[in-house]
């Protein structure tokens, strides 16, 4: 039966992260799953110019890296700009501080790193900011344990065929995704790796719905969601991925999957109808193309423990409409 293979494994990484233990400690026939994880993350700057991190962060590293995701996806806000006055030295010392407090522990872990840009990393009015993001990202772009399928704007835009999943990341930083973008995106994901992918999914940092409270206006949100969702339901995208509001809602908007990640950083928010406190979270997904499903776990950084999907309100009233809850567990849309 698949629901007490499910709560087994669930109860096992509660295991994990209740007792700090690596997986790698389990016996064997545990640790072993046929599964695919990855690791979702976000917002994880402090104050402008910080080139450290809050204990929040690590702690929640720690415990993302005790679950052996196969893959860490980060949603943008990775350091702490978008700043007039910031120098390109300051800039520079920040994104080192990302590497030390985050790349390197990922890096000796062996999970690799797929980010996206956001406002805080390279916002398009900030033109400092993004040459600071290119002198940063493009040496390490051949370094990243990444399968890159188009990475010619590395790290801005690009597009991923990892463990048979495809991965879109466009550059969400702002409000306004660029037509050039757009026509981009459609043109990869109507690709016959994409296509042929055992799933579809799309990363970027402001998402299509707002969700936290203060969050839900515009510049907050992308422009056009309802075109931008038709987008990706047309290539079969199974969810958009995405970041900024600072509070963890899984959502479901026609046949696309919203997944908007809690801050791991400084500043978590409320969602607009309540739910949860606000806390730091991560988010672990389970993606099993044998059995065409997937599972979607997040975790309180503060008790290393998943938070009850009932935590959830069952809808969020949005400038955009109602937004209804994502089951946990649900099918890929192959």
């Not at 109860?11 to 400690?25: C, D, F, H, K």
């Not at 109507?190 to 940092?205: D, P, T, Y």
């Amino acid at each position: 039966m698949l629901m007490p293979v499910l709560l087994s494994r669930r109860r096992v990484l509660q295991l994990v992260i209740g007792t700090g233990l690596s997986a790698a400690a389990l016996p064997l026939n545990a640790a072993r799953r046929a599964a695919l994880r990855v690791g979702l993350i976000s917002d994880l700057n402090s104050s402008y110019g910080s080139t450290s991190y809050i204990p929040a962060v690590q702690q929640g590293l720690d415990q993302l890296i005790a679950l052996q995701p196969d893959l860490l996806v980060c949603a943008g806000d990775m350091v702490a700009g978008q700043k007039h006055g910031l120098s390109g030295q300051q800039l520079d010392a920040m994104w080192q501080g990302f590497e030390t407090s985050v790349l390197q522990r990922l890096k000796r872990a062996g999970i690799p790193l797929l980010p996206a840009i956001g406002n805080h990393d390279g916002s398009p009015g900030f033109p400092a900011d993004r040459s600071a993001v290119s002198r940063f990202w493009t040496p390490l772009r051949s370094r990243m344990g990444l399968k890159l399928a188009d990475a010619s704007q590395f790290p801005f835009r690009y597009t991923v065929l990892q463990d048979g999943i495809f991965w879109l990341v466009w550059d969400a930083s702002s409000a306004r995704v660029p037509e050039d973008q757009l026509a981009w995106a459609q043109r990869q994901l109507a690709s016959a790796q994409a296509q042929a992918a055992r799933a579809r999914f799309v990363v970027g940092h402001l998402p299509l719905v707002g969700v936290g409270q203060g969050k839900d206006r515009p510049g907050e949100v992308l422009d056009r969601g309802s075109a931008l969702q038709s987008l990706m339901e047309n290539a079969r995208v199974q969810a958009y991925i995405s970041g900024h509001h600072h509070a963890w809602f899984s959502g479901r908007r026609g046949q696309l999957d919203l997944i908007q990640l809690g801050a791991l950083g400084s500043g978590p928010r409320r969602l607009l109808d309540g739910g949860a406190p606000a806390q730091q979270t991560f988010t672990l997904l389970e993606i099993d193309g044998g059995r065409g499903t997937l599972l979607e776990t997040t975790y309180a950084v503060s008790t290393g423990r998943p938070l009850s999907w009932s935590t959830l309100p069952l809808r969020l009233n949005t400038r955009a409409g109602l937004l209804q809850r994502n089951a946990s567990e649900r099918l890929l849309r192959g």
